[in-house]
């Protein structure tokens, strides 16, 4: 792609040789003189110098002493994003229906439709058009998949599971898994029996080795837009809402509601019936218990969470009272 009609496709003004050829794209250290890279920060800027790209996206007031081949963006990570996309376009599945797929009474498969080797559709499970289901993977009885969603190898889609336009599940993932609901009981756990379903809207993106369980009663749902790193666990009856990201190897205990646009760390454990509020942010790590309420728009850090100001505080008195004592030769 010549460099003046990416400009042209993303809107934006280009500097220097605009019948310039890209063929790739890479990091600034890593780029050649046929490839596209891209500016975020004052740092990455003190690279560009010296980064052999062929042309680069950089912010609006980006200075060009160099008169290097370039072209201007409000955001150049986003428009990076969308140039990757004419650059460097995914490969897809050509459809058709692998002979080693096994497929159940009443499957629907819609037209574009690509199922690989191996792969198990249970009865009555509906696929929509242009979607894609992976190698090995298993999908339990009366699904629904909707339109040009991709189900990565080895995925594992239990009974009465909907899935929405544009979801993406990567490999290991386990959508409608019994939660993990007991009774105790004559001196032991008896299972409470796990009938509800999971609801999942469109354009989600589940990491590989997630694990989103059905409800005990009702709906485990998560809503449109929202990203869910590798390794996270959504409980039995959670409602995450839209547009939330999760990064990795957090877990959402039975009940938790994630209102919209809420942003959560890794590694944080939330407790059973929490809500967290729209917009709000818990820092990496940090612990929720049981019943708590995130006011919108909170960040939060440490366990218990807190706001971050006061985790600050805390983690400064530590630092000072700990000083003080070793200056007290370690004295209690």
């Not at 110098?49 to 060009?64: I, K, Y």
């Not at 994003?81 to 599945?93: D, K």
């Not at 894609?132 to 339109?147: L, R, Y």
Request: charged share 20%; proline share 4%.
């Amino acid at each position: 792609m010549l460099v003046k009609d990416l400009a042209a496709l993303l809107g934006c003004s280009w500097e220097g040789d605009g019948e310039g050829e890209l063929h790739d794209v890479a990091s600034l250290e890593d780029a050649g003189p046929d490839t596209l890279s891209f500016v975020s920060n004052a740092r990455a800027a003190k690279q560009a110098a010296t980064s052999p790209a062929g042309c680069l996206l950089v912010p609006l007031n980006f200075e060009n002493p160099e008169k290097r081949t370039l072209i201007r963006v409000a955001n150049p990570r986003s428009a990076m994003a969308h140039a990757i996309t004419r650059l460097m376009p995914r490969v897809r599945m050509q459809p058709g229906v692998h002979p080693t797929a096994v497929l159940g009474p009443g499957v629907s498969i819609e037209q574009g439709v690509y199922i690989g080797p191996l792969a198990s559709i249970g009865a009555g499970t509906r696929i929509g058009t242009g979607a894609s289901i992976g190698a090995g993977a298993v999908i339990g009885d009366f699904v629904h998949i909707g339109d040009r969603s991709t189900i990565h190898p080895r995925v594992t889609i239990y009974n009465n599971v909907t899935l929405g336009r544009e979801v993406v599940i990567h490999s290991g993932a386990v959508i409608g898994a019994d939660g993990f609901g007991y009774i105790f009981e004559n001196g032991a756990y008896e299972n409470f029996p796990q009938i509800g379903r999971v609801s999942i809207g469109d354009k989600v993106e589940i990491g590989a080795n997630c694990c989103v369980d059905r409800a005990a009663l009702g709906v485990t749902s998560i809503g449109e837009g929202t990203k869910l790193d590798n390794m996270v666990h959504v409980g039995h009856n959670c409602q995450i809402g839209r547009h939330v990201v999760v990064a990795a190897q957090t877990g959402f205990s039975g009940g938790v509601v994630v209102e919209d646009y809420a942003v959560i760390g890794g590694q944080v454990g939330i407790g059973d019936k929490a809500r967290i509020e729209s917009h709000a942010v818990l820092g990496s790590g940090s612990g929720v218990l049981t019943s708590k309420v995130v006011r919108a728009g909170q960040v939060m850090w440490g366990t218990p969470a807190r706001p971050l100001k006061e985790h600050l505080e805390q983690l400064a008195t530590l630092s000072r009272l700990t000083k003080k004592r070793k200056a007290a030769g370690g004295r209690g």
